[in-house]
């Protein structure tokens, strides 16, 4: 794909221009519950894991070295199909901190489609040409991207790649559309005060590096350009915490004997990924301030790629011995490969890093006509040390997360309703 030079020139020009904006206070608050939303017993998620003592034993006793901390939401119909939720809760804590890996990039690919609806471009949409720019130490160009059919890069093949296959390359490239400052500001006006998105993910750079996001330029399909955007420096001070993990860590071949700093780098808690996801499968449960700004195009395009196979997928055309069915499916599946039912479907953003192990997933059975939400992380480092590559993903995380969404599952088929779901907002077109 060939773009004149004189457009590659524009987006240099403007990378050397860093956009700047005045502070503005935001108010703290934890959770903004919706209008049906109700707490359950503490106690019901412990009960129901004592019950099954082959799965959970060493779970329950040491759920806080593990870190263990899970929600379960119960969803209820009402005679119109509305929904209302309540929440169990075991050992959550927003307090302490979780590096929260790949489920970072389900708020940043929601905000990059909102994003696009803000700019209000003639002609600009998810799937316009947007060629990255470099304009700074650690910034990188994409000119072509050879996953999609006619070879350019644009926003919605990003964020299909960051639902199918959690790709790294996809999130840095959002991140650096919506620049550090727009993320934060937008997730701390919603309601999510205490989160902190701040670095690109699978890129050693720094802090002032990941200030600075690439200039980008959307194009149409004539290769005109519909809309360039500066590079982006983010002048503001991140959310302060003291957050640390692990008694010990290495630093390339040195073994450092303290915990690990982890207060320059991404933070969001478990309660909040779990309304962000509840904000934009049921938009009008939750207050107007925390639904993003999306059409109704967009909330049918995440959720087929949320909930959607990677051998499903056209472009890019997955190898299934690589990316099976439950890729990335945590709860329920575990790491268990091979062909899966077509009458469940999850809806879900997961992630793993550091020893950590997040799932964050709402459950469809069309079959069996049940829905529930469940969230859940834990830390897979028994010997807690970092960067050693010595994680229990496979031996700890893994089967409590299929143990835990089987269980969980088994209840809710087993549940009464007073009304049965009408499901059929989730029942979607799939690639093939």
């Given at each position: 794909?060939?773009?004149?030079?004189?457009?590659?020139?524009?987006?240099?020009?403007?990378?050397?221009?860093?956009?700047?904006?005045?502070?503005?206070?935001?108010?703290?608050?934890?959770?903004?519950?919706?209008?049906?939303?109700?707490?359950?017993?503490?106690?019901?998620?412990?009960?129901?894991?004592?019950?099954?003592?082959?799965?959970?034993?060493?779970?329950?006793?040491?759920?806080?070295?593990?870190?263990?901390?899970?929600?379960?939401?119960?969803?209820?119909?009402?005679?119109?199909?509305?929904?209302?939720?309540?929440?169990?809760?075991?050992?959550?804590?927003?307090?302490?901190?979780?590096?929260?890996?790949?489920?970072?990039?389900?708020?940043?690919?929601?905000?990059?489609?909102?994003?696009?609806?803000?700019?209000?471009?003639?002609?600009?949409?998810?799937?316009?040409?947007?060629?990255?720019?470099?304009?700074?130490?650690?910034?990188?160009?994409?000119?072509?991207?050879?996953?999609?059919?006619?070879?350019?890069?644009?926003?919605?093949?990003?964020?299909?790649?960051?639902?199918?296959?959690?790709?790294?390359?996809?999130?840095?490239?959002?991140?650096?559309?919506?620049?550090?400052?727009?993320?934060?500001?937008?997730?701390?006006?919603?309601?999510?005060?205490?989160?902190?998105?701040?670095?690109?993910?699978?890129?050693?750079?720094?802090?002032?590096?990941?200030?600075?996001?690439?200039?980008?330029?959307?194009?149409?399909?004539?290769?005109?350009?519909?809309?360039?955007?500066?590079?982006?420096?983010?002048?503001?001070?991140?959310?302060?915490?003291?957050?640390?993990v692990a008694k010990a860590y290495y630093s390339g071949e040195k073994f450092i004997d303290h915990a690990m700093d982890f207060s320059k780098k991404n933070k969001i808690s478990l309660q909040d990924l779990t309304n962000i996801l509840r904000s934009v499968l049921f938009p009008a449960s939750v207050p107007a301030k925390q639904r993003f700004k999306l059409k109704e195009e967009d909330y049918n395009f995440v959720y087929q790629y949320m909930s959607q196979f990677p051998?499903?997928?056209?472009?890019?055309?997955?190898?299934?011995?690589?990316?099976?069915?439950?890729?990335?499916?945590?709860?329920?599946?575990?790491?268990?490969?091979?062909?899966?039912?077509?009458?469940?479907?999850?809806?879900?953003?997961?992630?793993?890093?550091?020893?950590?192990?997040?799932?964050?997933?709402?459950?469809?059975?069309?079959?069996?006509?049940?829905?529930?939400?469940?969230?859940?992380?834990?830390?897979?480092?028994?010997?807690?040390?970092?960067?050693?590559?010595?994680?229990?993903?496979?031996?700890?995380?893994?089967?409590?997360?299929?143990?835990?969404?089987?269980?969980?599952?088994?209840?809710?088929?087993?549940?009464?309703?007073?009304?049965?779901?009408?499901?059929?907002?989730?029942?979607?077109?799939?690639?093939?």
């Open positions: 794909m060939k773009f004149s030079l004189l457009c590659l020139l524009i987006i240099m020009l403007f990378g050397f221009v860093a956009l700047r904006r005045n502070d503005s206070p935001h108010l703290f608050t934890k959770h903004l519950p919706g209008p049906a939303d109700d707490s359950g017993d503490d106690k019901f998620l412990e009960s129901l894991m004592k019950k099954y003592p082959q799965y959970f034993d060493s779970i329950l006793q040491k759920r806080d070295s593990f870190k263990v901390q899970i929600i379960y939401t119960q969803i209820n119909r009402d005679a119109s199909n509305n929904p209302s939720f309540k929440y169990f809760y075991f050992n959550v804590n927003a307090d302490k901190y979780f590096y929260p890996a790949s489920t970072v990039k389900l708020p940043v690919a929601l905000l990059a489609l909102q994003k696009l609806n803000e700019l209000r471009r003639p002609g600009l949409t998810k799937n316009s040409s947007m060629i990255t720019g470099k304009a700074y130490s650690g910034q990188t160009m994409v000119l072509n991207d050879p996953t999609t059919p006619d070879g350019r890069p644009n926003i919605a093949q990003y964020v299909k790649k960051i639902f199918l296959v959690s790709d790294n390359d996809a999130f840095n490239r959002l991140y650096e559309f919506l620049g550090q400052e727009y993320i934060n500001e937008r997730l701390h006006k919603m309601g999510y005060p205490d989160v902190r998105i701040v670095h690109r993910l699978q890129i050693p750079l720094t802090e002032d590096e990941n200030r600075h996001t690439n200039p980008v330029g959307f194009y149409n399909a004539k290769n005109k350009l519909i809309y360039a955007q500066p590079m982006q420096f983010n002048q503001r001070p991140y959310v302060v915490s003291y957050d640390s051998g499903e997928t056209k472009y890019p055309a997955y190898d299934t011995a690589n990316y099976w069915d439950a890729y990335g499916k945590f709860l329920y599946y575990g790491s268990e490969k091979g062909e899966l039912p077509k009458s469940i479907r999850i809806f879900n953003k997961e992630g793993d890093a550091y020893g950590f192990l997040h799932d964050i997933s709402y459950f469809v059975d069309f079959d069996k006509h049940i829905e529930f939400m469940l969230s859940a992380s834990i830390y897979c480092n028994r010997d807690e040390i970092e960067n050693d590559d010595k994680y229990d993903y496979d031996s700890l995380g893994l089967p409590f997360f299929k143990n835990l969404g089987r269980v969980i599952y088994d209840y809710e088929t087993k549940r009464k309703r007073a009304h049965i779901p009408g499901l059929a907002k989730f029942r979607l077109k799939y690639d093939k």
